[in-house]
């Protein structure tokens, strides 16, 4: 049942009176969903599961027609002024072509309003690119190009050949000067050099001529060439400046509240988080959608959550129905100033709470120290976080070298080896460069595995807009490949042992999660898959040769899980 004077205000259908409502709002970068968050997040599935309002096709239909699109979706569980509790809904972007729902909170600025100056501007930036693309694969410009091209080789050739025959003239005056030198008198030498450098001068005078001939024949068709590429260039500085005024002019209209009643724009926001600009898209995830309804129609806000809805898309990892944090690029600078005025659940990663914590170590000579590393314990210090496997090195020796050769995630428990000396640290950081030095990992995945082994190789780089969360990228990414073996089924989990080729930043994390590799997320993989009280994922073996006997060390350790 929903409220009638707010149409965006849904009531809870399912009984919620025994969940007790947080202290503290979510702090949307790191959040485990809060009861009320996640009861609110099941009805907004029922209803996009049975729905006929608008269609989409969210890739969840087999035997649908398409490549289908997931859609992140957010609520924020809300109290009205007659101390109602209920929720509002919001999508990121646009969704079935349209702003306009009735279930979902409107944007910030609907750009996507009948004849809205978005749409007016779009119709031009269109034909701009349409005339660009028009003239960049027009057959005028591939037929001046090959002219010029054909032209040029031939001229060029006919230069080379010129160059190489005055060339060869110029050696044997040479010759000629040093063979006659002490055989002629002073008088009929200069008379030689005279004629030689004459001879010099008709050859340079016939260079020159050859030259500007070339440029003569070669003209039509470069500044025919010219005149094609400053009209395409013209227009793209044309549309370069349209589209960004156009992109101001969005910006302008972009301007939130937060919980203090205050306001501010969007440009500004960036400008005083970090300097920067606002992304394209800024202010079109849900989490500011929902906040700025809320504000603008006096609603208390309680508790918030996002999660995907659909298929994964191709290069990151989104899995049907789980819970995700707000993105970091567009949304920490506006959910920063928002939640400004409520109180917030602290940040966990700032939290230094590793202090008494062990680390334990399992070898130790005057060369290197081999660690078995906690879950959750850094390898080096971080931004805010300073406890790590480096700084407790460090305290007990103060000279150390460079001290870490390699690393393992904050998440990922098991053998680190750290170097106490500069040799040492270079003798084996030049095994890891090499690849010699093999290791194994044990890692208890979130479903069943039905291959028995295999070899994933999906190139990685950081999602620009999601730090530290990768993606794949077959354009820009770093080559990582795993080999896999499967352990064991447990249940519904299954146990693997994963050999890593290379080593990127959450290479098997990724590798497992993502749908061309195993399908199959790391169980309590807070990234990729459904955090849980750890990462199941540990370095159980690592060989290498030692710095200093040379000879071949192999240290083993299970996990505990």
Same mark, same amino acid.
């Given at each position: 049942?929903?409220?009638?004077?707010?149409?965006?205000?849904?009531?809870?259908?399912?009984?919620?009176?025994?969940?007790?409502?947080?202290?503290?709002?979510?702090?949307?970068?790191?959040?485990?969903?809060?009861?009320?968050?996640?009861?609110?997040a099941?009805?907004?599935?029922?209803?996009?599961?049975?729905?006929?309002? +608008?269609?989409?096709?969210?890739?969840?239909?087999?035997?649908?027609?398409?490549?289908?699109?997931?859609?992140?979706?957010?609520?924020?569980?809300?109290?009205?002024?007659?101390?109602?509790?209920?929720?509002l809904?919001?999508?990121?972007?646009?969704?079935?072509?349209?702003?306009?729902?009735?279930? *979902?909170?409107?944007?910030?600025?609907?750009?996507?309003?009948?004849?809205? *100056?978005?749409?007016?501007?779009?119709?031009?930036?269109?034909?701009?690119?349409?005339?660009?693309?028009?003239?960049?694969?027009?057959?005028?410009?591939?037929?001046?190009?090959?002219?010029?091209?054909?032209?040029?080789?031939?001229?060029?050739q006919?230069?080379?050949?010129?160059?190489?025959?005055?060339?060869?003239?110029?050696?044997?005056?040479?010759?000629?000067?040093?063979?006659?030198?002490?055989?002629?008198?002073?008088?009929?030498?200069?008379?030689?050099?005279?004629?030689?450098?004459?001879?010099?001068?008709?050859?340079?005078?016939?260079l020159?001529?050859?030259?500007?001939?070339?440029?003569?024949?070669?003209?039509?068709?470069?500044?025919?060439?010219?005149?094609?590429?400053?009209?395409?260039?013209?227009?793209?500085?044309?549309?370069?400046?349209?589209?960004? /005024?156009?992109?101001?002019?969005?910006f302008?209209?972009?301007?939130?509240?937060?919980?203090?009643?205050?306001?501010?724009?969007?440009?500004?926001? *960036?400008?005083?988080?970090?300097?920067?600009?606002?992304?394209?898209?800024?202010?079109?995830?849900?989490?500011?959608?929902?906040?700025?309804?809320?504000?603008?129609?006096?609603?208390?806000?309680?508790?918030?959550?996002?999660?995907?809805?659909?298929?994964?898309?191709?290069?990151?990892?989104?899995?049907?129905?789980?819970?995700?944090?707000?993105?970091?690029?567009?949304?920490?600078?506006?959910?920063?100033?928002?939640?400004?005025?409520?109180?917030?659940?602290?940040?966990?990663?700032?939290?230094?709470?590793?202090?008494?914590?062990?680390l334990?170590?399992?070898?130790?000579?005057?060369?290197?120290?081999?660690?078995?590393?906690?879950?959750?314990?850094?390898?080096?210090?971080?931004?805010?976080?300073?406890?790590?496997?480096?700084?407790?090195?460090?305290?007990? *020796?103060?000279d150390?070298?460079?001290?870490? =050769?390699?690393?393992?995630?904050?998440?990922?428990?098991?053998?680190?080896?750290?170097?106490?000396?500069?040799?040492?640290?270079?003798?084996?950081?030049?095994q890891?460069?090499?690849?010699?030095?093999? %290791?194994?990992? =044990?890692?208890?995945?979130?479903?069943?595995?039905?291959?028995?082994?295999? +070899? =994933?190789?999906?190139?990685?780089?950081?999602?620009?807009?999601?730090?530290?969360?990768?993606?794949?990228?077959?354009?820009?990414?770093?080559?990582?490949?795993?080999?896999?073996?499967?352990i064991?089924?447990?249940? /519904?989990?299954?146990?693997?042992?994963?050999?890593?080729?290379?080593?990127?930043?959450?290479?098997?994390r990724?590798?497992?999660?993502?749908?061309?590799?195993?399908?199959?997320?790391i169980?309590?993989?807070?990234?990729?898959?459904? %955090?849980?009280?750890?990462?199941?994922?540990h370095?159980?073996? =690592?060989?290498?040769?030692?710095?200093?006997?040379?000879?071949?060390?192999?240290?083993?350790?299970?996990?505990?899980?």
């Amino acid at each position: 049942m929903e409220t009638s004077h707010n149409s965006y205000f849904h009531q809870f259908r399912t009984d919620i009176s025994e969940i007790s409502l947080p202290d503290r709002f979510t702090f949307p970068f790191c959040y485990e969903a809060h009861p009320i968050a996640a009861a609110a997040a099941v009805e907004l599935q029922h209803y996009l599961a049975t729905q006929k309002e +608008w269609s989409h096709n969210f890739g969840l239909d087999k035997n649908s027609q398409g490549g289908g699109i997931g859609k992140m979706f957010g609520v924020l569980v809300v109290q009205n002024e007659q101390q109602q509790l209920g929720f509002l809904a919001a999508v990121s972007g646009k969704l079935a072509g349209t702003n306009k729902h009735s279930y *979902f909170v409107p944007p910030i600025f609907d750009m996507l309003e009948k004849d809205s *100056f978005f749409l007016n501007e779009e119709v031009h930036l269109n034909a701009l690119n349409r005339t660009i693309e028009s003239l960049e694969g027009s057959e005028e410009l591939e037929l001046t190009k090959k002219n010029l091209e054909k032209l040029s080789a031939q001229w060029n050739q006919e230069l080379e050949i010129l160059k190489s025959k005055l060339r060869n003239q110029k050696k044997a005056r040479k010759e000629k000067r040093t063979a006659l030198r002490l055989q002629m008198t002073d008088e009929a030498y200069e008379l030689l050099m005279e004629d030689m450098r004459s001879q010099s001068l008709a050859d340079k005078q016939a260079l020159q001529r050859f030259q500007y001939d070339m440029h003569q024949a070669l003209a039509p068709e470069s500044v025919k060439l010219e005149q094609l590429l400053t009209t395409i260039s013209d227009l793209k500085e044309q549309r370069r400046t349209r589209s960004g /005024n156009l992109q101001k002019r969005l910006f302008e209209q972009y301007n939130f509240l937060n919980a203090k009643g205050e306001q501010q724009n969007v440009v500004t926001i *960036f400008q005083d988080f970090d300097q920067s600009t606002p992304p394209a898209g800024s202010g079109e995830c849900a989490a500011p959608k929902l906040l700025q309804y809320a504000y603008s129609h006096r609603l208390t806000p309680i508790a918030m959550a996002e999660f995907w809805w659909g298929c994964s898309p191709s290069s990151e990892i989104r899995r049907h129905k789980n819970f995700y944090p707000a993105c970091r690029k567009k949304c920490e600078p506006i959910l920063g100033f928002m939640l400004q005025g409520l109180k917030v659940d602290e940040n966990p990663m700032l939290q230094e709470n590793t202090l008494q914590v062990q680390l334990p170590q399992i070898y130790e000579d005057e060369d290197i120290i081999v660690f078995n590393k906690p879950a959750e314990f850094l390898s080096v210090p971080g931004i805010h976080i300073k406890d790590s496997v480096y700084s407790r090195v460090l305290k007990r *020796f103060p000279d150390a070298g460079p001290v870490i =050769i390699h690393r393992l995630d904050m998440a990922t428990s098991g053998l680190l080896v750290v170097a106490k000396n500069k040799d040492a640290h270079q003798f084996i950081q030049e095994q890891f460069i090499q690849h010699t030095i093999r %290791k194994e990992y =044990i890692a208890l995945l979130d479903g069943i595995v039905t291959q028995e082994s295999g +070899w =994933i190789d999906l190139p990685l780089r950081v999602d620009l807009d999601d730090r530290p969360r990768q993606m794949v990228c077959y354009s820009y990414g770093k080559p990582a490949q795993t080999k896999y073996q499967k352990i064991a089924v447990e249940g /519904n989990k299954t146990r693997v042992r994963f050999y890593p080729l290379t080593g990127r930043t959450h290479q098997l994390r990724m590798h497992a999660a993502h749908p061309k590799g195993l399908n199959t997320p790391i169980v309590g993989d807070d990234l990729y898959g459904t %955090k849980a009280s750890r990462l199941h994922l540990h370095a159980a073996v =690592i060989t290498f040769v030692h710095p200093r006997s040379k000879q071949k060390m192999t240290f083993e350790i299970p996990p505990d899980f």
